[in-house]
Protein backbone atom coordinates (compact mmCIF):
# COMPACT_ATOMS: atom_id res chain seq x y z
CA UNK A 1 0.00 0.00 0.00
CA UNK A 2 2.85 2.45 1.10
CA UNK A 3 4.69 1.69 -2.32
CA UNK A 4 1.69 2.40 -4.17
CA UNK A 5 0.98 5.54 -2.58
CA UNK A 6 4.95 6.69 -3.16
CA UNK A 7 4.60 5.39 -6.61
CA UNK A 8 1.55 7.51 -7.18
CA UNK A 9 3.10 10.57 -5.13
CA UNK A 10 5.88 10.16 -7.87
CA UNK A 11 3.75 9.95 -11.02
CA UNK A 12 1.70 13.07 -9.89
CA UNK A 13 5.17 15.06 -8.97
CA UNK A 14 6.83 14.12 -12.31
CA UNK A 15 3.43 14.74 -14.70
CA UNK A 16 3.13 18.63 -12.72
CA UNK A 17 6.88 19.02 -13.07
CA UNK A 18 6.35 18.79 -16.56
CA UNK A 19 2.88 20.36 -16.97
CA UNK A 20 4.63 23.10 -14.99
CA UNK A 21 7.61 23.15 -18.09
CA UNK A 22 4.88 23.28 -20.76
CA UNK A 23 3.17 26.34 -19.15
CA UNK A 24 6.59 28.32 -17.63
CA UNK A 25 5.58 31.78 -19.37
CA UNK A 26 7.65 33.12 -21.95
CA UNK A 27 8.69 36.80 -22.53
CA UNK A 28 6.33 39.27 -23.68
CA UNK A 29 4.78 38.83 -26.76
CA UNK A 30 2.92 41.37 -28.60
CA UNK A 31 0.13 40.58 -30.79
CA UNK A 32 -0.71 43.00 -33.45
CA UNK A 33 -2.90 43.98 -36.64
CA UNK A 34 -5.55 42.02 -35.65
CA UNK A 35 -9.45 43.72 -35.90
CA UNK A 36 -10.11 43.74 -31.69
CA UNK A 37 -13.31 42.81 -30.13
CA UNK A 38 -12.93 43.62 -26.98
CA UNK A 39 -16.07 41.18 -25.62
CA UNK A 40 -17.68 44.18 -23.07
CA UNK A 41 -19.57 45.39 -25.67
CA UNK A 42 -17.44 48.72 -27.19
CA UNK A 43 -16.55 49.29 -30.58
CA UNK A 44 -14.22 47.41 -32.31
CA UNK A 45 -10.81 48.71 -32.70
CA UNK A 46 -8.96 48.37 -35.73
CA UNK A 47 -5.23 47.83 -36.41
CA UNK A 48 -5.05 46.99 -32.89
CA UNK A 49 -2.06 45.59 -30.47
CA UNK A 50 -1.88 44.05 -27.43
CA UNK A 51 1.22 43.23 -24.99
CA UNK A 52 0.86 40.07 -23.09
CA UNK A 53 3.37 39.03 -20.33
CA UNK A 54 2.97 36.21 -17.59
CA UNK A 55 -0.13 35.17 -19.21
CA UNK A 56 -1.73 38.64 -18.24
CA UNK A 57 -2.83 41.17 -21.35
CA UNK A 58 -0.78 44.10 -20.18
CA UNK A 59 -1.30 47.01 -22.56
CA UNK A 60 -4.08 47.23 -25.35
CA UNK A 61 -4.49 50.08 -27.98
CA UNK A 62 -3.75 50.70 -31.93
CA UNK A 63 -0.56 49.54 -33.57
CA UNK A 64 1.00 52.61 -32.93
CA UNK A 65 0.23 52.85 -29.13
CA UNK A 66 1.43 49.92 -27.87
CA UNK A 67 5.33 49.59 -27.72
CA UNK A 68 6.46 46.00 -27.04
CA UNK A 69 9.69 45.89 -24.55
CA UNK A 70 12.86 44.91 -26.29
CA UNK A 71 13.15 41.53 -27.14
CA UNK A 72 9.64 41.07 -26.83
CA UNK A 73 8.15 38.43 -29.61
CA UNK A 74 5.67 39.57 -32.26
CA UNK A 75 2.87 38.25 -34.11
CA UNK A 76 1.37 39.40 -36.37
CA UNK A 77 -2.46 39.14 -36.89
CA UNK A 78 -3.15 41.20 -39.71
CA UNK A 79 -6.30 40.26 -41.56
CA UNK A 80 -7.52 38.39 -38.47
CA UNK A 81 -10.08 39.14 -36.10
CA UNK A 82 -9.98 38.88 -31.89
CA UNK A 83 -12.32 38.40 -29.52
CA UNK A 84 -12.47 36.91 -26.07
CA UNK A 85 -12.93 33.10 -25.33
CA UNK A 86 -16.24 31.24 -24.99
CA UNK A 87 -17.48 31.23 -21.58
CA UNK A 88 -20.78 28.84 -21.05
CA UNK A 89 -22.86 28.83 -17.48
CA UNK A 90 -24.53 25.61 -18.00
CA UNK A 91 -23.08 22.34 -19.43
CA UNK A 92 -23.57 18.53 -17.81
CA UNK A 93 -19.73 17.04 -19.03
CA UNK A 94 -19.61 13.22 -18.69
CA UNK A 95 -22.49 11.43 -19.58
CA UNK A 96 -22.23 11.21 -23.25
CA UNK A 97 -19.56 8.73 -24.29
CA UNK A 98 -19.93 7.79 -28.68
CA UNK A 99 -23.59 6.43 -28.86
CA UNK A 100 -24.25 5.78 -25.62
CA UNK A 101 -25.47 8.55 -22.92
CA UNK A 102 -25.77 6.52 -19.57
CA UNK A 103 -24.50 7.18 -15.70
CA UNK A 104 -21.70 4.35 -16.58
CA UNK A 105 -20.33 6.77 -19.01
CA UNK A 106 -19.39 9.26 -16.07
CA UNK A 107 -15.72 8.65 -15.48
CA UNK A 108 -13.28 10.97 -15.44
CA UNK A 109 -11.98 9.94 -18.96
CA UNK A 110 -15.99 11.11 -20.58
CA UNK A 111 -15.25 14.30 -18.28
CA UNK A 112 -12.15 15.63 -19.33
CA UNK A 113 -12.97 14.73 -23.25
CA UNK A 114 -16.01 16.62 -23.07
CA UNK A 115 -13.79 19.46 -21.56
CA UNK A 116 -11.14 19.42 -24.56
CA UNK A 117 -14.29 19.07 -26.93
CA UNK A 118 -15.20 22.10 -25.86
CA UNK A 119 -12.10 23.85 -25.85
CA UNK A 120 -11.71 23.02 -29.07
CA UNK A 121 -14.72 24.81 -30.51
CA UNK A 122 -13.08 28.14 -28.11
CA UNK A 123 -14.78 27.70 -24.90
CA UNK A 124 -12.59 28.61 -22.19
CA UNK A 125 -15.02 28.09 -19.31
CA UNK A 126 -18.13 25.57 -18.29
CA UNK A 127 -20.15 25.73 -15.44
CA UNK A 128 -21.51 21.87 -14.43
CA UNK A 129 -25.17 22.95 -13.27
CA UNK A 130 -26.26 19.88 -10.54
CA UNK A 131 -25.73 16.74 -12.27
CA UNK A 132 -22.32 16.23 -10.43
CA UNK A 133 -22.22 12.78 -8.55
CA UNK A 134 -19.10 12.39 -6.02
CA UNK A 135 -16.14 13.85 -6.01
CA UNK A 136 -15.20 13.82 -9.58
CA UNK A 137 -16.03 16.99 -11.12
CA UNK A 138 -14.58 18.31 -7.52
CA UNK A 139 -11.16 16.52 -8.31
CA UNK A 140 -11.08 18.05 -11.56
CA UNK A 141 -11.76 21.42 -10.93
CA UNK A 142 -8.74 20.94 -8.39
CA UNK A 143 -6.21 19.37 -10.85
CA UNK A 144 -6.64 21.72 -13.54
CA UNK A 145 -6.33 23.86 -10.55
CA UNK A 146 -2.74 22.67 -9.93
CA UNK A 147 -2.32 22.80 -13.84
CA UNK A 148 -2.02 18.75 -14.05
CA UNK A 149 -5.47 18.35 -16.85
CA UNK A 150 -6.63 20.95 -19.70
CA UNK A 151 -9.64 21.45 -21.21
CA UNK A 152 -12.06 23.77 -20.76
CA UNK A 153 -12.01 25.35 -17.48
CA UNK A 154 -14.29 23.55 -14.76
CA UNK A 155 -16.61 25.27 -12.43
CA UNK A 156 -19.59 23.10 -10.71
CA UNK A 157 -22.87 23.14 -8.94
CA UNK A 158 -22.11 20.05 -7.62
CA UNK A 159 -25.39 18.17 -6.56
CA UNK A 160 -28.05 20.44 -7.28
CA UNK A 161 -31.90 20.36 -5.66
CA UNK A 162 -35.12 19.87 -6.42
CA UNK A 163 -38.13 17.85 -4.83
CA UNK A 164 -37.89 14.27 -5.28
CA UNK A 165 -38.29 12.65 -8.82
CA UNK A 166 -38.64 16.79 -10.32
CA UNK A 167 -34.58 17.11 -10.39
CA UNK A 168 -32.97 16.74 -14.21
CA UNK A 169 -34.87 14.70 -16.43
CA UNK A 170 -32.88 12.47 -18.31
CA UNK A 171 -32.64 8.60 -16.85
CA UNK A 172 -28.98 8.81 -16.73
CA UNK A 173 -29.02 11.98 -14.40
CA UNK A 174 -31.68 9.74 -11.80
CA UNK A 175 -30.61 9.83 -8.06
CA UNK A 176 -27.81 12.56 -8.48
CA UNK A 177 -29.62 15.01 -7.16
CA UNK A 178 -30.50 16.22 -4.19
CA UNK A 179 -34.65 15.44 -2.98
CA UNK A 180 -35.55 17.59 -0.35
CA UNK A 181 -39.31 18.28 0.78
CA UNK A 182 -38.46 20.58 3.64
CA UNK A 183 -36.93 24.00 3.73
CA UNK A 184 -34.41 22.83 6.75
CA UNK A 185 -33.13 19.66 4.20
CA UNK A 186 -32.75 22.73 1.85
CA UNK A 187 -30.94 24.47 3.72
CA UNK A 188 -28.65 21.33 5.04
CA UNK A 189 -28.32 20.79 1.14
CA UNK A 190 -26.65 24.05 0.79
CA UNK A 191 -24.07 24.12 3.58
CA UNK A 192 -22.62 20.65 2.22
CA UNK A 193 -22.40 22.46 -1.34
CA UNK A 194 -20.94 25.11 0.30
CA UNK A 195 -18.55 23.02 1.83
CA UNK A 196 -17.66 21.07 -1.13
CA UNK A 197 -17.06 25.38 -2.48
CA UNK A 198 -19.32 24.88 -5.17
CA UNK A 199 -19.42 27.59 -7.64
CA UNK A 200 -23.01 27.99 -8.07
CA UNK A 201 -26.35 26.70 -6.31
CA UNK A 202 -28.57 24.49 -8.54
CA UNK A 203 -32.07 24.08 -8.00
CA UNK A 204 -35.08 22.71 -10.42
CA UNK A 205 -38.20 24.50 -9.48
CA UNK A 206 -40.61 22.00 -12.11
CA UNK A 207 -43.30 19.41 -12.29
CA UNK A 208 -41.75 17.78 -14.88
CA UNK A 209 -45.28 17.75 -16.57
CA UNK A 210 -47.12 16.86 -13.87
CA UNK A 211 -44.86 13.86 -13.22
CA UNK A 212 -43.57 15.36 -9.45
CA UNK A 213 -44.43 17.85 -7.23
CA UNK A 214 -42.58 21.10 -7.85
CA UNK A 215 -40.23 22.42 -5.46
CA UNK A 216 -42.40 24.59 -3.05
CA UNK A 217 -41.67 28.38 -2.48
CA UNK A 218 -40.78 28.38 1.43
CA UNK A 219 -37.84 25.39 0.41
CA UNK A 220 -36.51 27.43 -2.46
CA UNK A 221 -36.36 30.46 -0.26
CA UNK A 222 -34.74 28.47 2.41
CA UNK A 223 -32.27 27.15 0.10
CA UNK A 224 -31.56 30.68 -1.31
CA UNK A 225 -31.43 32.29 1.99
CA UNK A 226 -29.09 29.63 2.82
CA UNK A 227 -26.70 30.52 -0.36
CA UNK A 228 -26.64 34.24 -0.05
CA UNK A 229 -25.48 33.16 3.45
CA UNK A 230 -22.29 31.42 2.34
CA UNK A 231 -21.71 33.84 -0.65
CA UNK A 232 -23.26 31.65 -3.34
CA UNK A 233 -25.60 32.71 -6.39
CA UNK A 234 -28.56 30.27 -6.84
CA UNK A 235 -29.56 29.49 -10.35
CA UNK A 236 -33.19 27.98 -11.51
CA UNK A 237 -33.94 25.64 -13.69
CA UNK A 238 -37.68 27.11 -14.22
CA UNK A 239 -40.45 25.95 -16.71
CA UNK A 240 -43.90 27.59 -15.59
CA UNK A 241 -44.21 31.64 -15.66
CA UNK A 242 -45.78 31.98 -11.99
CA UNK A 243 -42.59 30.17 -10.60
CA UNK A 244 -39.88 32.65 -12.33
CA UNK A 245 -42.06 35.63 -10.76
CA UNK A 246 -41.75 34.44 -7.22
CA UNK A 247 -38.59 33.72 -7.59
CA UNK A 248 -37.38 36.54 -8.43
CA UNK A 249 -38.81 37.33 -5.97
CA UNK A 250 -37.22 35.46 -3.58
CA UNK A 251 -34.12 36.56 -4.93
CA UNK A 252 -32.96 34.15 -7.64
CA UNK A 253 -29.85 35.04 -9.33
CA UNK A 254 -29.67 33.47 -12.19
CA UNK A 255 -31.67 31.28 -14.46
CA UNK A 256 -30.94 28.33 -16.41
CA UNK A 257 -34.00 28.63 -19.03
CA UNK A 258 -36.86 30.85 -20.34
CA UNK A 259 -40.52 30.37 -18.87
CA UNK A 260 -41.92 28.03 -21.37
CA UNK A 261 -45.60 27.68 -20.93
CA UNK A 262 -45.78 31.20 -22.23
CA UNK A 263 -44.39 34.46 -23.31
CA UNK A 264 -42.61 36.61 -20.44
CA UNK A 265 -44.96 39.21 -19.11
CA UNK A 266 -44.21 42.73 -19.42
CA UNK A 267 -44.17 42.80 -15.50
CA UNK A 268 -41.79 39.90 -14.81
CA UNK A 269 -39.30 41.32 -17.65
CA UNK A 270 -39.34 44.41 -15.41
CA UNK A 271 -38.84 42.69 -12.15
CA UNK A 272 -35.76 40.64 -14.31
CA UNK A 273 -34.19 43.46 -15.39
CA UNK A 274 -35.12 45.87 -11.45
CA UNK A 275 -33.20 42.80 -9.82
CA UNK A 276 -30.47 42.45 -12.03
CA UNK A 277 -31.14 38.20 -12.50
CA UNK A 278 -29.43 37.05 -15.20
CA UNK A 279 -30.95 34.90 -18.02
CA UNK A 280 -29.89 31.97 -19.89
CA UNK A 281 -31.91 31.95 -22.98
CA UNK A 282 -30.90 28.25 -23.66
CA UNK A 283 -32.40 28.34 -27.14
CA UNK A 284 -30.17 25.54 -29.11
CA UNK A 285 -31.73 22.05 -27.40
CA UNK A 286 -35.04 23.18 -28.33
CA UNK A 287 -34.39 24.78 -31.52
CA UNK A 288 -33.28 21.21 -32.77
CA UNK A 289 -36.77 20.00 -32.25
CA UNK A 290 -37.75 22.82 -34.85
CA UNK A 291 -36.73 21.37 -38.47
CA UNK A 292 -38.38 18.30 -40.12
CA UNK A 293 -35.03 17.98 -42.72
CA UNK A 294 -31.60 18.84 -42.31
CA UNK A 295 -31.18 22.85 -40.29
CA UNK A 296 -28.78 25.17 -42.45
CA UNK A 297 -26.58 25.29 -39.73
CA UNK A 298 -25.98 21.51 -39.71
CA UNK A 299 -23.81 21.80 -42.81
CA UNK A 300 -22.25 25.07 -42.63
CA UNK A 301 -19.02 24.12 -43.32
CA UNK A 302 -16.96 25.84 -40.37
CA UNK A 303 -19.56 24.14 -37.93
CA UNK A 304 -19.25 20.69 -39.27
CA UNK A 305 -15.65 20.92 -39.97
CA UNK A 306 -15.30 21.57 -36.00
CA UNK A 307 -17.90 18.68 -35.31
CA UNK A 308 -15.61 16.21 -37.56
CA UNK A 309 -13.10 17.03 -35.80
CA UNK A 310 -14.03 16.33 -32.23
CA UNK A 311 -17.47 13.79 -32.58
CA UNK A 312 -17.34 9.97 -33.95
CA UNK A 313 -18.71 9.64 -37.66
CA UNK A 314 -21.83 7.50 -35.76
CA UNK A 315 -23.24 10.08 -33.44
CA UNK A 316 -23.11 13.16 -36.47
CA UNK A 317 -25.13 10.20 -38.40
CA UNK A 318 -27.34 9.98 -35.93
CA UNK A 319 -27.80 14.03 -35.00
CA UNK A 320 -28.47 13.89 -38.58
CA UNK A 321 -30.89 11.30 -38.89
CA UNK A 322 -32.79 12.95 -36.43
CA UNK A 323 -33.92 15.66 -37.86
CA UNK A 324 -34.21 14.26 -41.65
CA UNK A 325 -36.72 11.64 -39.59
CA UNK A 326 -38.57 14.01 -38.03
CA UNK A 327 -42.27 14.44 -38.97
CA UNK A 328 -43.45 17.81 -40.27
CA UNK A 329 -46.20 18.26 -37.86
CA UNK A 330 -44.19 17.89 -34.78
CA UNK A 331 -41.33 20.53 -36.23
CA UNK A 332 -44.38 22.63 -36.34
CA UNK A 333 -45.86 22.40 -32.93
CA UNK A 334 -42.08 22.91 -32.03
CA UNK A 335 -41.42 25.87 -34.24
CA UNK A 336 -44.42 27.48 -32.55
CA UNK A 337 -43.03 26.62 -28.86
CA UNK A 338 -39.54 27.85 -29.93
CA UNK A 339 -41.11 31.29 -31.31
CA UNK A 340 -43.25 31.89 -27.61
CA UNK A 341 -39.00 31.35 -26.22
CA UNK A 342 -37.99 34.03 -29.43
CA UNK A 343 -40.05 36.59 -27.94
CA UNK A 344 -39.47 36.40 -24.69
CA UNK A 345 -35.59 37.02 -25.22
CA UNK A 346 -36.71 39.73 -27.39
CA UNK A 347 -38.79 41.45 -24.74
CA UNK A 348 -35.30 41.01 -22.13
CA UNK A 349 -33.06 41.99 -24.78
CA UNK A 350 -35.31 45.75 -25.09
CA UNK A 351 -35.80 46.12 -21.51
CA UNK A 352 -31.70 45.68 -20.76
CA UNK A 353 -31.78 42.43 -18.85
CA UNK A 354 -28.39 40.70 -18.56
CA UNK A 355 -28.76 37.94 -20.89
CA UNK A 356 -25.87 35.14 -21.22
CA UNK A 357 -24.44 31.74 -22.39
CA UNK A 358 -25.56 29.16 -21.28
CA UNK A 359 -26.62 25.83 -23.73
CA UNK A 360 -27.33 22.98 -21.70
CA UNK A 361 -24.72 21.16 -23.09
CA UNK A 362 -24.24 18.06 -22.76
CA UNK A 363 -27.79 16.30 -23.23
CA UNK A 364 -27.60 13.67 -25.42
CA UNK A 365 -26.05 14.72 -29.02
CA UNK A 366 -26.21 18.60 -27.81
CA UNK A 367 -22.65 18.44 -27.74
CA UNK A 368 -19.97 20.15 -26.51
CA UNK A 369 -18.66 23.40 -28.22
CA UNK A 370 -21.35 22.85 -30.93
CA UNK A 371 -23.97 23.52 -28.97
CA UNK A 372 -22.28 26.76 -27.29
CA UNK A 373 -21.55 27.76 -30.62
CA UNK A 374 -25.31 27.16 -32.00
CA UNK A 375 -26.42 28.89 -29.23
CA UNK A 376 -24.78 32.09 -30.85
CA UNK A 377 -26.23 32.02 -33.77
CA UNK A 378 -29.71 31.12 -32.18
CA UNK A 379 -29.62 34.50 -29.86
CA UNK A 380 -28.71 36.43 -33.00
CA UNK A 381 -31.72 34.62 -34.85
CA UNK A 382 -33.94 35.48 -32.06
CA UNK A 383 -32.81 39.22 -32.67
CA UNK A 384 -29.83 39.87 -30.66
CA UNK A 385 -27.39 41.62 -32.38
CA UNK A 386 -23.91 39.82 -33.11
CA UNK A 387 -22.35 42.12 -30.65
CA UNK A 388 -24.65 41.45 -27.79
CA UNK A 389 -24.41 37.51 -28.43
CA UNK A 390 -20.38 38.23 -28.45
CA UNK A 391 -21.09 39.86 -24.95
CA UNK A 392 -23.66 37.66 -23.38
CA UNK A 393 -20.76 34.61 -23.99
CA UNK A 394 -17.70 36.39 -22.64
CA UNK A 395 -18.29 39.51 -20.28
CA UNK A 396 -21.66 38.58 -19.16
CA UNK A 397 -21.33 34.94 -18.28
CA UNK A 398 -17.57 36.04 -16.78
CA UNK A 399 -19.88 38.52 -14.29
CA UNK A 400 -21.85 36.35 -13.68
CA UNK A 401 -19.69 33.54 -12.41
CA UNK A 402 -17.69 36.33 -10.50
CA UNK A 403 -14.51 35.50 -13.44
CA UNK A 404 -13.58 38.77 -12.95
CA UNK A 405 -10.15 38.20 -14.64
CA UNK A 406 -11.81 36.90 -17.73
CA UNK A 407 -14.39 37.61 -21.07
CA UNK A 408 -12.83 40.67 -22.31
CA UNK A 409 -9.53 41.38 -24.15
CA UNK A 410 -8.38 44.38 -22.12
CA UNK A 411 -4.94 45.66 -19.82
CA UNK A 412 -5.17 43.64 -16.56
CA UNK A 413 -7.10 40.57 -17.92
CA UNK A 414 -6.13 36.87 -18.69
CA UNK A 415 -4.46 36.16 -22.14
CA UNK A 416 -7.63 34.09 -23.44
CA UNK A 417 -8.60 34.83 -26.52
CA UNK A 418 -9.75 33.91 -29.97
CA UNK A 419 -8.04 34.39 -33.39
CA UNK A 420 -10.41 33.92 -36.33
CA UNK A 421 -10.31 34.45 -39.70
CA UNK A 422 -13.41 36.36 -40.37
CA UNK A 423 -15.25 38.94 -38.25
CA UNK A 424 -18.27 37.52 -36.20
CA UNK A 425 -19.92 41.21 -35.87
CA UNK A 426 -20.72 41.31 -39.99
CA UNK A 427 -22.25 37.35 -39.20
CA UNK A 428 -22.00 35.72 -36.01
CA UNK A 429 -20.92 32.67 -37.30
CA UNK A 430 -17.22 33.35 -38.07
CA UNK A 431 -17.06 32.84 -34.44
CA UNK A 432 -16.12 29.29 -35.72
CA UNK A 433 -13.80 30.55 -38.14
CA UNK A 434 -11.05 29.57 -35.38
CA UNK A 435 -7.33 29.89 -36.59
CA UNK A 436 -6.07 29.66 -33.10
CA UNK A 437 -6.75 29.88 -29.46
CA UNK A 438 -4.93 31.38 -26.71
CA UNK A 439 -4.84 30.50 -23.18
CA UNK A 440 -3.23 32.48 -20.47
CA UNK A 441 -0.83 33.66 -23.57
CA UNK A 442 -0.29 30.47 -25.08
CA UNK A 443 -1.10 28.61 -28.42
CA UNK A 444 -3.84 25.74 -27.17
CA UNK A 445 -2.45 22.62 -29.00
CA UNK A 446 -5.86 22.14 -31.01
CA UNK A 447 -4.73 18.99 -32.97
CA UNK A 448 -3.20 17.09 -29.89
CA UNK A 449 -7.03 17.59 -29.31
CA UNK A 450 -8.46 15.94 -31.87
CA UNK A 451 -5.70 13.40 -31.53
CA UNK A 452 -7.27 12.33 -28.38
CA UNK A 453 -11.07 12.97 -29.03
CA UNK A 454 -10.05 10.06 -32.14
CA UNK A 455 -8.50 8.00 -30.30
CA UNK A 456 -11.02 6.23 -29.00
CA UNK A 457 -12.76 5.93 -32.80
ZN1 LIG B 1 -29.38 21.68 -17.70
Not at 426 to 449: F, N, Q
Request: charged letters at 25%; a neutral charge.
Amino acid sequence: MLCRAIAFACVALLTATLVAQQVRPAGPVLFEGALLIAGDGRAPLANAAFLVEDGTIRRVGRRDEVQAPAGAARVDLSGKVVMPVLINAHGHPGFQKGLTFSRDNYTRETYLDDLHRAAYFGVRVVLSQGIDAGDLAYEIRRDQQRGLVGGARLLTAGRGIGAPNAGPGAAAFQGIAYEVTTPEAGRAAVRELAAKNVDVVKVWVDDRGGRAPRLSPPVYRAIIDEAHRHGLRVNAHVFYHDDAVDLVDAGVDGFAHLVRDREMDEALVAAIVRRGVYVMPNLGAAERGTHAGLPPWFEEPGLATLLRDTVPAPVIARMRAAFTSREPAAAAAARERYAVLQRSLRRLRAAGARIILGSDTGLEDHVFGHAEQRELEAMVGAGMTPAQAIVAATSGTAEYLGLRDMGVVAAGKRADFLVLGANPLDDIRHTRRIEAIYVDGRALDRAAIRARLRAGE
